[in-house]
């Protein structure tokens, strides 16, 4: 499974199940267009964790 996201400053993302669970390595984005490999997870609702310049954003996302 691949993810595509975009940003404009460098961040880090981490992948958490809706158990809270920490599914793989941080991911390092850089400014622009990225494809993400994420592991092979289960269908249903994870969350994105993102850190840029120190701030932390949260993005729900469905695996289908």
Known sequence: NVV???TNLSAQLQ???MQGQEIGEIVVLQPGRNIV???SV??????FR???NGKTTFKKIVVK
């Open 15 to 17: 992948i958490i199940s």
């Open 42 to 47: 289960a269908k249903g609702l994870y969350i």
């Open 4 to 6: 595509h996201t975009e």
């Open 37 to 39: 490999d994420i592991p």
């Open 50 to 52: 993102f850190v840029i």
